[in-house]
């Protein structure tokens, strides 16, 4: 009985994976984790000038506010593309603190 219960709810975690992938409006947040990865981490680790930072420190609004006021310079510095700084977007709103899963699905 654990067992199934175990199955069903890994089945389930993939179809919320899934779901979102498909839901995303505008960004592709694989490469949007890729590039976070490549371009924001170069600034944004401990002891860099931008400071430690990942998907959790802010919720899925605060992320919005942040691309629309200043997300941009941010993605300025780092020579990203305005396609290039959706995905990023969307890889952080997706994973936000109050997301459906918080920083995790690969
Ligand atoms: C060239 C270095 C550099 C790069 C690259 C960079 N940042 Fe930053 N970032 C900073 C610095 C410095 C600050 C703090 C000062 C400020 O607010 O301008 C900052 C501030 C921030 C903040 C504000 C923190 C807060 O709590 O409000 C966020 C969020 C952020 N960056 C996200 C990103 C993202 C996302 C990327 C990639 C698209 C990125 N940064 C790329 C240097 C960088």
Redesign the pocket.
């Known amino acids: 009985m654990k067992r199934i219960a175990k199955v069903i709810a890994i089945l389930s975690i993939a179809a919320l994976c899934a779901s979102a992938a498909i839901a995303a409006e505008g960004g592709n947040p694989k490469k949007g984790k890729y590039?976070?990865k490549k371009?924001?981490k170069?600034?944004?680790v401990e002891g860099?000038?931008?400071?430690p930072?990942t998907p959790l420190?802010?919720t899925q609004a605060q992320?919005d506010r942040?691309?629309e006021e200043?997300?941009h310079?941010?993605?300025a510095?780092?020579g990203?593309s305005e396609q290039?700084?959706k995905d990023?977007?969307q890889f952080?709103f997706d994973h936000a603190a109050d997301s459906d899963q918080p920083e995790t699905c690969g």
């Open positions: 590039l976070y371009n924001c170069t600034c944004h860099a000038e931008g400071g930072m420190k802010k992320w942040f691309f200043k997300g310079a941010c993605g510095k780092a990203m290039d700084i990023v977007q952080l």
